[in-house]
């Protein structure tokens, strides 16, 4: 160090080591994603393309596959965007409102966190079954709900429910009311305050709470193995599919809808990183 308080040139300057006790601690958490997340996950893909391409594109003249792809991704296409319009309502609700019956109102959406989603698709069954409560008023408009598709859609948006909402209340709460107020005062209503103002200060939340829906959504198997019948070819999605097609023996078929499930999250991420990169354009904002 020279006199005027200066590194001199040409010394190399020393670096903060890293202690044994954290390179332990990444090694550690390497392991542990490695055992739990990362070797299950290339031998997925392993038995998937054991025996070349071939026989994994064979799973494509399966009728009782491809449905199964379109009953997982039509299930996802209506269970999100409900829990989507859902978790804004409660967030906002949540968030810009104090009332009596709000630390309930908290807890109710935290409930499918706590509760087996066996034990949904069973509430379910209980409710709108040939005996619970509204069947018999089900049976007489001739509308089936448990064992065809809008009990599937109920089931998968009932354990995907929360996450939309508790990614995007604390976004809320952290943004304030500040910007809002300034939108009314400037004139603007309450649709172009919300899509302006609000939208942008939370389209992170949001997104991620979307992500994490369509994930949980198209991976549900518990809830929609109790409400579905597991019936191929009718009412079988693609995780229901994976589990009947192991017990059959048939694990090249498995593991390719194990591929194809993971597909759909990778396609997930994409559309996420998409979107940020859209988010990043500057708008200026005018009523």
């Given at each position: ?110 409930l499918p966190f706590s509760i087996s ?171």
């Open positions: 160090m020279a006199s005027n308080g200066k590194p001199e040139l040409g010394r190399p300057q020393s670096r903060p080591q890293i202690s044994w006790g954290k390179w332990l601690l990444i090694g550690l958490a390497l392991a542990y994603l490695g055992i739990v997340v990362y070797i299950p996950t290339v031998n997925v893909f392993v038995q998937a393309f054991s025996q070349g391409v071939g026989p994994f594109l064979g799973n494509f003249a399966n009728h009782e596959f491809v449905h199964a792809i379109k009953m997982t991704v039509l299930i996802a296409a209506l269970a999100v965007p409900m829990n989507t319009i859902f978790g804004l309502c409660a967030a906002w609700i949540v968030a810009r409102h104090q009332f009596r019956g709000r630390a309930l109102l908290l807890t109710i959406l935290d989603p066996v034990v949904a698709g069973l509430m379910i069954i209980l409710l709108y079954g040939r005996q619970g409560w509204f069947g018999p008023l089900l049976q007489g408009a001739d509308i089936q709900i448990v064992f065809a598709y809008p009990g599937m859609v109920l089931a998968t948006a009932f354990v995907a429910m929360p996450f939309v909402a508790r990614e995007v209340i604390p976004v809320l709460e952290e943004l304030g009311t500040d910007q809002e107020q300034a939108a009314h005062t400037l004139g603007a209503n309450a649709w172009q305050t919300f899509w302006r103002v609000t939208l942008p200060g939370i389209r992170w939340g949001l997104l991620y709470g979307v992500v994490l829906t369509n994930a949980r959504s198209m991976g549900e198997f518990g809830a929609v193995s109790a409400v579905s019948g597991n019936v191929a070819g009718k009412t079988q999605t693609l995780t229901l599919f994976v589990e009947e097609a192991y017990k059959q023996y048939q694990t090249q078929a498995s593991y390719g809808a194990a591929v194809i499930l993971a597909g759909l999250a990778l396609v997930s991420l994409a559309l996420k990183a998409l979107l940020e990169s859209k988010t990043h354009v500057p708008r200026r904002v005018q009523f």
